[in-house]
């Protein structure tokens, strides 16, 4: 080996030494900060401002300790519960470095007969039973001094709200006491005496409904009376149910509870099967008294007809008729994930909700106020007349006639409110001060229905050797206490973004969906009007017939029924082509779409390589 050739390789080897010791160095020093980059469109992975917000007021150190199990074993679950637990941890650190030396985490690992597994006993910890037969830990509890909340088991289907609940627990170990909760209503909602069900269900259950029952479990629930003229300043969210008959001093009262910064809760209806009441000699009972809240909601900007309820295709129940046979009653509202926000924690992982009856709101929110939509009604909906929704639903379905849009069923508002009584108490002569607007940001919820909450829709009754067990039949108890827990804990909780999965939907496939269902909508009413004018035609050519004749078909009545099954027939045959072709055009455009997903990338490398190779290839000749 000449000279030349020794001094190249030592140097190669020099320089190879010395830029591993560089990286080695720089991995070691970076490795002390931990930063994440969030490249999602929705900042799904970044800490909001709420929940920097309430870790930045914490003045009393809170500890979460943080239980994992560390199987040896490697199947491709707990693989990836180990993974999902690594995003926990990921997660723990940005609280910890937001609540700036406030928050501790310890990691245990619950391995059998440990010190450890005795803690996650003690802290109320579950593990999950794998198919393997081992006990998965995964789960947190968080303390402050005595307070003490558990989250048994972080499911990784809730991670998109990973971050909501962890500072949910952060914020109740904070105030340890429960909230107060008024509950405003004519119903006895706490129990007590009242009517006969509809329908001869017997008599009304004389102990409080399970709604009341379930908020008490986790607030200190406080019954407020209809004709209160002021709501008490300890109560932080005021639950309103069926205000029917509700005088104007006691919406000033609730007025003025707003703008002294508390929340509400109103459950309105246009037909209260709750209120049912037996009338006469009827077979039935006949429903109560709308409710409305219609001086503070025009002073919001919003309307609410309880003239009107929502009937659904996509949302339409089965209810037993008369003879107990199944009827379709599309006024009778069984919202799935269709008609749900799914970014919002409250609506982002409940099941189905039966909404009976539920009328709709409409309006824009009064400057200041911002809304968010939480339940809502498909496009193939229509707004129908509350007592004929009430009667039949037959009726209802025979003449739907879509509205094409979509009905909000349930919103939030939110911001600083102004007074709907500018002038002061109703009635007043006093000149009593009024406050004119909310103090702080504020939330009110509105929701068209108050029957959800009635037992007869709410929970199921189950005989059993132990009594009557009582079971939920729906999400719509889950519903009001995610309401109401939203609104009694920190404001900062609110604007916490859901971890919910993001919608992206092809908008353009959207809008040919809607432009297909117009023209699909369009051809059924040209067929029903045909049929409509035929059957028209048809009575004038029985009218003119002799009395003994009425039930034999004239020519002229076989011609025009001949004429109709034509035109009935060209209609099927255009309705079948538009479905083709606008199934054909969305194919296309889709499989599009998934070949530029598939290709775009490593054609963008395949051309890059190609480029780089051409310009060294030219350099290289150049020399």
Known sequence: MNKRSWETWVFSTAGVVAMFGVLLGVNVVTARFKQRIDLTAEKAYTLSPGTRAVLSRLDTPVTVRFYCSHLETATPETVFLRNYARRVEDLLEEFREAARGKLRI?????????????????????????????????????????????IPFLAPTRERLLEYDILRAISRVIKPEKPVVGIMSPLPVFGGPGATLPMQMGPRNQEPWAAVSELQADFNVRRVEMTAEKIDDDIQVLVVIHPRDITEKTQFAIDQFLMRGGKLVAFLDPVSLADSRQQGNLPFAMPGAPSNLEKLLNAWGLRFDTTKVVADLNFKMQLLGSRNQPVEAPAFLAVSRLGMDPEDPVTSELGTLWLPLCGAFAGTPAEGLKQTVLLKSTPESQLVEAFTAHMSGENILREFRSSGKEHPLAIRL???????????????????????????????????????????????ELNSPFGILRMPANANLTFLQNVVEQLAGDVNLIAVRSRALPSRPFTRIQKMQAAAQERYQAEIKKLEDSLAETQRRLNELQQQKEPGQRFILSPEQQAEIARFREREARTREELKRVRKEFRREIDALQTRVQWMNILAMPLFVSLSGVAIALYRRKRTSAK
């Open 106 to 150: 310890e990691k245990l690992d619950p391995q059998p007969d440990s010190d450890a597994e005795d803690s996650a006993r003690l802290d109320n910890i579950e593990p999950q039973m794998l198919a393997t037969g081992d006990r998965f830990y995964l789960g947190l509890a968080v303390s402050q001094l005595d307070a003490r909340v558990a």
């Open 414 to 460: 939110s911001g600083r409110f102004k007074t709907a009584f500018p002038e002061g108490l109703p009635g007043s002569t006093n000149g009593a001060p009024a406050l004119k607007e909310s103090q702080t940001d504020t939330v009110v919820v509105l929701i068209g229905d108050s029957d959800l909450l009635f037992d007869r829709f709410a929970i199921r």
